[in-house]
């Protein structure tokens, strides 16, 4: 009410502003009206003048009585105004609302809408000025911030890579001619015409990339400007792109940005590492890392800029008939990510609502491969979870594997699911073709690796798993539990009882993997730890056979069964 009224700067009849507020319940409005002004008065006693003056049947705003943050828009001018204007569009005004048809949502989308014409009009001001040069980077983030808003505006993207920027290079002018796919696939839009969402999440803010000198910030931006420039894909806005990298809500990322990729980056002390996310199906895609210990580095920022363009485009020409099936069905994705993250913690209760979420995207899609697969996964993780032996729950995952694969024989997740049914099935060597199928198709899918390494610590090789293991982890830092658990195992097998531990230490809930902590306890000689942690998983498991369960295990070489049962044996099994 305070932000229409001091955008209006008149006095409103009480009446026009109770059916502009509730549009949707008119009855009630004069009533609602009421109330608020009360409760205002409450909140705002100790002010030394009312918030809102009422003469007769109006309603106005004391502009003496309050500040307001977009009056440094009226008070500014030249490159100020300009970054003030810029601040406003990229912040959004009032973000919570602007949704539906009501007048007030209508009345939101309008002055946004506005301060944009506003912000494009100043910027092309500051571009006419003799000094305009002086204000490069407050004018690349004000044109970054408009082709945010607008993909289509050829003006400003001119702008900014012939003056501005001085980047001429377009995409298409430099495609690989040996490319696959033909020039027509080549723009990879979505079902409603529109070019997918690219967030590049920088690797560090500002203030430490100042503080240590780093340049992988710049050539981050030199990516920024040259895709902004490019029109295969919409670049999100720097201020967006801080805001999604402090998210870990990934399906509530999609909702209120329709981000499609994002390329998330970290610094090294000699290396920026980067790695595009497919964000509907939350797949690593494609990752390369860049050496950053060179002094020339600054003169090949803009080559390092175009190599890693170069591949980003590549990888979207070959999602966008994904990223089409995406915008026709959002809601299967949605269901999709919400099952992702509910198996980022390794316990029965959110492996089971992890499948319920998969199946309702499902629902929403029926040949969805990516939702098979989850469903398989979160039967062997039940399979693992419950150490009861339960062979249907492995064939039910082995079949869903295998109709993840008939729907889309391009997918590696569905190769992953059939790898670790058939490895707990007992066939290991089946196991380790299918996964290393999964990891040829997405050389850079983390999971898959994870998946690969832990057949592989089964098939009697944990030194080449834990190397593996070690390529996941650079891959998703922010890994879930069983890549932990899955490191855990390989060291255990390699005689590393510490770094087992460790490992399992590292895990956001390491109950699961008590058995484990037990024997690697033991081994150390410390049987008290031992006896603590073997309760642990009797309290989790009260019917556990030890000898039940190590025939039940896919185990290769007969030394890695002995090996398992002396530390089980030790800890009081």
């Excluded at 002004?37 to 009585?65: C, G, K, M, Q, Y």
């Excluded at 490319?179 to 080549?186: G, I, K």
């Excluded at 997918?196 to 981050?220: F, Q």
Aim: proline residues 4%.
């Amino acid at each position: 009410m305070l932000a229409y009224l001091y955008d209006c700067r008149q006095s409103i009849p009480r009446k026009d502003l109770a059916a502009f507020l509730w549009s949707g319940n008119l009855q009630a409005a004069g009533a609602n009206m009421r109330s608020t002004l009360l409760r205002l008065a409450t909140a705002t006693s100790e002010s030394s003048r009312p918030l809102i003056s009422s003469v007769a049947a109006n309603l106005a705003l004391n502009f003496d009585a309050l500040q307001c943050d977009l009056d440094s828009i009226e008070t500014a001018a030249g490159v100020a105004k300009l970054g003030a204007l810029a601040d406003a569009v990229a912040k959004n005004f009032l973000p919570t609302y602007g949704n539906g048809s009501g007048a007030a949502a209508v009345w939101v989308r309008d002055v946004r809408a506005r301060f944009t014409r506003e912000l494009r009009a100043e910027f092309f001001e500051t571009m006419k000025q003799p000094s305009w040069s002086q204000h490069r980077g407050e004018l690349k983030r004000v044109a970054m911030i408009l082709l945010d808003r607008d993909q289509t505006d050829d003006e400003v993207r001119i702008a900014l890579g012939e003056k501005i920027t001085s980047y001429i290079q377009v995409i298409g002018e430099m495609r690989d001619p040996n490319s696959s796919y033909p020039a027509e696939d080549w723009i990879p839009i979505t079902a409603d015409n529109q070019m997918p969402r690219i967030a590049l999440l920088p690797p560090e803010t500002l203030e430490d990339s100042e503080r240590a000198g780093s340049v992988a910030n710049a050539v981050i931006e030199d990516l920024t400007i040259s895709l902004c420039i490019d029109r295969s894909v919409s670049v999100v806005a720097p201020y967006t792109a801080e805001q999604i990298r402090s998210s870990n809500d990934k399906a509530g990322l999609l909702r209120q940005h329709n981000v499609v990729y994002a390329l998330d980056t970290k610094r090294t002390d000699d290396s920026l590492f980067a790695q595009l996310i497919f964000m509907p199906r939350d797949e690593i895609v494609w990752a390369t890392r860049v050496q950053l210990d060179s002094a020339a580095i600054t003169e090949h920022r803009n080559a390092i800029a175009t190599a890693i363009q170069h591949s980003i485009i590549e990888r979207v020409g070959a999602f966008h008939n994904i990223v089409s099936d995406f915008s026709c069905k959002p809601q299967a994705y949605f269901a999709y990510l919400e099952g992702v993250q509910c198996l980022s913690r390794l316990n029965l209760q959110n492996v089971r609502r992890a499948r319920k979420h998969f199946r309702q995207a499902l629902e929403h899609e029926r040949g969805f491969a990516a939702a098979l697969a989850g469903i398989a996964r979160t039967l062997t993780m039940e399979w693992v979870l419950t150490a009861r032996g339960d062979a249907d729950l492995l064939q039910q995952a082995e079949k869903m594997a295998a109709e993840a694969i008939r729907d889309d024989d391009q997918f590696a997740g569905g190769f992953k699911e059939i790898g670790v049914a058939r490895l707990y099935r007992g066939n290991i060597d089946g196991s380790l073709e299918a996964l290393s199928n999964a990891e040829d198709l997405s050389p850079h899918y983390a999971d898959v690796i994870c998946s690969h390494a832990d057949s592989l610590t089964h098939g009697a090789n944990p030194k080449v798993a834990l190397e593996k293991v070690a390529t996941a982890l650079d891959l998703n830092p922010l890994a879930p539990d069983y890549y932990y658990w899955t490191a855990a195992g390989a060291s255990y097998f390699l005689g590393q009882y510490a770094e087992t531990l460790a490992y399992l230490d590292r895990m956001r809930d390491p109950g699961p993997a008590s058995r484990l902590a037990a024997a690697s306890w033991a081994m150390l000689g410390d049987l008290a730890k031992a006896k603590a942690y073997r309760q642990r998983a009797l309290r989790d498991n009260p019917d556990f056979d030890l000898e039940a369960w190590l025939a039940m295990i896919p185990i290769k070489e007969k030394w890695q069964t002995e090996h398992y049962r002396e530390g089980l044996l030790k800890a009081g099994f």
